[in-house]
């Protein structure tokens, strides 16, 4: 298994997890990389970082992020690994354990919910400003809000209505438009 076979597992993993939003390998200001991280309703993010040896996972422990975990990224933080990789008591503080066994993502050990920071928050905000601004220098010369509002130009070309299939963005289901009713 290579890394980057286990990073696409990680990634499908997170939205059968049902995150709404998956990043894979995109770089913050912090210097942290999540392997894969995405994001559940109420701006809950969940971060998996992928090790397939275990220099891998040694070298990663000493990260700056890593020794301040309030500089990481994540609400829920896991490792996903090879099946009898690593042991529980090995997991920072907090941190939940993914295996892959017989090509199968089984949670081993949970991961606490609240592990992000204020800190960690503004470094996923840049994560995802510095993502958008990577797909706002390739559609350009559109603008992102332009880019969004495609389904307009495709009712304007379409004489008013929508192509068969497209519903208009007001019925468009998006999690992350609806109010967050957590107390």
């Not at 286990?6 to 770089?27: D, F, I, M, P, T």
């Not at 309030?70 to 941190?95: H, K, S, T």
Request: with cysteine.
């Amino acid at each position: 298994m290579t890394h980057a076979q286990l990073v696409e597992k990680a990634v499908h993993w997170l939205r059968r997890y049902r995150c709404g939003v998956v990043l894979s390998e995109q770089a913050c200001v912090s210097g942290e990389m999540p392997d894969a991280i995405g994001w559940k309703r109420a701006c809950h993010s969940v971060l998996v970082e992928c090790k397939v040896t275990r220099a891998d996972f040694l070298a990663d422990r000493a990260k700056l992020f890593r020794l301040k975990p309030e500089q990481g990224v994540g609400c829920e933080r896991f490792y996903l690994v090879p099946a009898g990789f690593l042991r529980r008591e090995e997991l920072p503080a907090g941190w939940g354990l993914l295996e892959l066994r017989h090509n199968k993502i089984e949670t081993v050990h949970p991961s606490a919910k609240n592990l992000r920071s204020a800190t960690g928050f503004r470094y996923e905000m840049n994560l995802l400003l510095a993502s958008l601004r990577r797909v706002e220098v390739r559609v350009e010369p559109q603008s992102i809000t332009d880019f969004l509002k495609w389904k307009n130009r495709m009712a304007e070309y379409n004489r008013g209505s929508l192509p068969e299939g497209l519903a208009p963005a007001e019925e468009e289901l998006n999690v992350f438009l609806e109010p967050d009713l957590t107390p």
